[in-house]
Nanobody, 117 residues
Framework: QVRLVESGGGLVQAGGSLRLSCTAS????????MAWFRRAPGRERERVAE???????SHADSVKGRFTISRDNAKNMGYLQMDNVKPEDTAVYYC???????????WGQGTQVTVSS
């Protein structure tokens, strides 16, 4: 069982930066893949970035080159560094965890990111 809590959201101007954090509690976080999803009003949920339990990363085309996912297993933390943000990045961002071979069954409560133009 893993519990996730996001932090770091807020209001940022276009072109600025923000770092989201995901604090995980529970056992063996290192054995879980982790991802960041977002949902904007009126839009489908989108997987923004993912980092596997082995450290392999992938990013959605919409954020590639601007966002970077990372994790620190020793601290049970996950991060999303958001640079050169755009108004279309405005959304609620969620951290999720997936056990090897499982689904994205563990979710945080979300943190709001608002980018002003």
């Amino acid at each position: 069982q893993v519990r996730l809590v996001e932090s770091g959201g807020g209001l940022v101007q276009a072109g600025g930066s923000l770092r989201l954090s995901c604090t995980a509690s529970g056992r063996a976080f290192r054995n879980y893949s982790m991802a960041w999803f977002r949902r904007a009003p009126g839009r489908e949920r989108e997987r923004v970035a993912e980092i596997s339990w082995t450290g392999e990363v992938s990013h959605a085309d919409s954020v590639k080159g601007r966002f970077t996912i990372s994790r620190d297993n020793a601290k049970n933390m996950g991060y999303l560094q958001m640079d050169n943000v755009k108004p279309e990045d405005t959304a609620v961002y969620y951290c999720a965890a997936q056990k090897v071979g499982g689904s994205w069954g563990y979710w945080g409560q979300g943190t709001q990111v608002t980018v002003s133009s």
